[in-house]
């Protein structure tokens, strides 16, 4: 029996959500104290708008947390493994942030958005107290805090015509993860070509939340000629694509590496960062887990899974565990991401995925599986 | 139209969850990345079995940050204004945690559960990171991390019975916050004298997540001659007893002050914590909100309220929020909590609430309303 999401007044309300409630929305989850919109009531169609059209998302609970003042560069320099050698205004940087064990603790993009502010676009973890603490106890001079900052997404691969007729054809030559600030029939936004998805698309990072509905309005009546509709970050979608989903995908001991991240860090820079020994140690040891696709035996999956699945090895020996699993309608084949023993992937023998309904033989495959 | 809380891998189960589902769950929210149940479907018999019986609660969320090593009790001393002299094994303390602005971000309530390892027990943030953090950066020996610990409340005057036959009488002497390490027919637990209600209660803290709906089923039975059922935190007993929702009562400017926890804390103690100097300055100038009831008028409340009501003085000028609301059948009123600006509240003109249904006048009066 399905459970009603109660709503109250802890969880805090997207600037986009009473449009959303228009528009349909179906079933929600709570991500960053934020509802967070899952389904609009047809996955079908929501997954085609995305991969052949256009779909517009209410992803505000990407919440930003903003580093100002004169240390806000040395400060998101400690936070990321990442080298922040070269980062410039109007380029932003997949950011993996790590605690002193070298487990991964959230995995932003960041923006550098003026002199002196840089942006933490974060998944689902309380990123402000991580940065915030550090600060105050290393007494540096910035201030940390969430500014009044929500995104929308329109992705797919007709999102260029929409964000183009919308804001200009300037918006083609954007790099990926490349912003600018921009005025939109006068509603300040930050577009930026990114999203959670590999469909290609943009956000709009609404800088006025009071002008949330407006913004929609705006980006659905735009869309119109393109069939865009409303969507959800895409839960099939993401899998085919092998996009890591922080605290989905991640345990208490997960570390960048395991996640094939190390191209995104430099633990041989001159600075300090936080974790930076540990991870150094971590590239030394090597992992013994990846994150990787699995393709699943059986008749197609009807629903996904709600909680993660052990896989065993072809000897009934524990081989990680399956975090998210759907039918793929472009694999035509049930598929998951997983974290899979280095012994089991080696072993080239597949692994046994254990389900509520029982067990199922699976290949192990490298991501993205589409 | 109501939304389905989706289940997926992201947001954790709680050890009670499937126990729960089968007692009838019917609504819920996510609170520290697990789902918090809210609601099994007759929200009357539920108020009357925490007012008038006894009632059980899957209160997993409310999770435990461990500091364990020769600095855990350095670290807790930094983390909170409290002054933590004679802090001693057994009796717990509640210990509000402030940001280096002094602005309230969790309150725990802590305990020292041996002599190198303090737990926080936690309302919705991500302490872990913010203990964390500093803790790195100070370069303390102490590991900060979330033990295999998961609270089951039984709450209301006949949860004394309910806990004496399941523990022993020893139970009755337990002091408010205070604890006890107990072997509960060969399931591991902490008994605490607490719960997030002012009906009288106890927490049983598991320490084996396995267990957890052996632990359920074994409550149950015992509660059966008592009327036993179950429940969750209690929207309308917390607004009556005025009992601190964080997140939902709170905002980023909060400080301890204005929920009179002054009491709690020690701002002039010898030790550094984090926000010392913000707090000092607070103490000296005083606050310009406080926590406190209101009595609305008007037809009883069907629903609580979804998101906070602003709240104006007689004049229309701005006087703060209310955060909850709800009818209250003890007062036999409808009620809220609300951050009332001190004008407002000298004034003893009352406040105008503004509902989405309308405005509504409403008194000012001191908490708890019950």
Sequence with gaps: MSITLSL??????????????????????????????????????EYDRLVNGVA?????????????????????????PRNLDG???????????CNYEGALINDPVLLQVSDDEIWLSIADSDIKLWAGGIAGARGMDVRVFEPDVSPLAIQGPKSFDVVADLC?????????????????DG????????????????????????????????VAEAGKPYGIGPGTPNYVERVESGLISYGADTDDMSNPFEY??????????????????????????????RFMGLLIEGEPFATTNE?????????????????????????????AVAMVSVEAIESGNGVVVHTEAGDLKAQVVELPII
């Design 307 to 335: 909680s993660p699945w052990q896989l065993s090895n072809s000897d009934g020996a524990y081989a990680g565990y399956a975090s998210a699993s759907a039918w793929s309608p472009r694999a035509n084949s049930n598929i």
């Design 56 to 80: 517009m998302w209410d992803v505000a609970v990407e919440r930003q947390v903003a580093l100002k003042g004169p240390d806000a560069l040395a400060l998101a320099r400690y936070l990321t």
């Design 260 to 289: 094939g991240l190390g191209k995104f860090m430099d633990v041989d820079q001159e600075g300090d960062f936080a974790g930076k020994e540990a991870l150094r140690l971590i590239r030394d040891a090597g992992v013994t887990r």
């Design 87 to 97: 980062l410039a205004i109007g380029q932003g940087k997949y950011a993996p942030i």
């Design 187 to 218: 509603i300040p936004v930050v577009v930026a070509r990114s999203g959670w998805s590999k469909q290609g698309g943009f956000e709009f990072y609404l800088r006025d939340g009071s002008r949330g509905e407006e913004l929609w309005n705006l």
């Design 168 to 184: 200009g054809d300037w918006i083609r030559e954007l790099r990926y993860f490349g912003f600018r600030d921009h005025d939109l």
């Design 8 to 45: 109250g007044p802890r969880v805090r309300k997207s600037p986009y959500f009473e449009a959303a409630r228009k528009a349909g929305l179906a079933a929600a989850s709570v991500y960053n104290h934020m509802y967070m919109p899952t389904g609009y009531g047809d996955p079908a169609a």
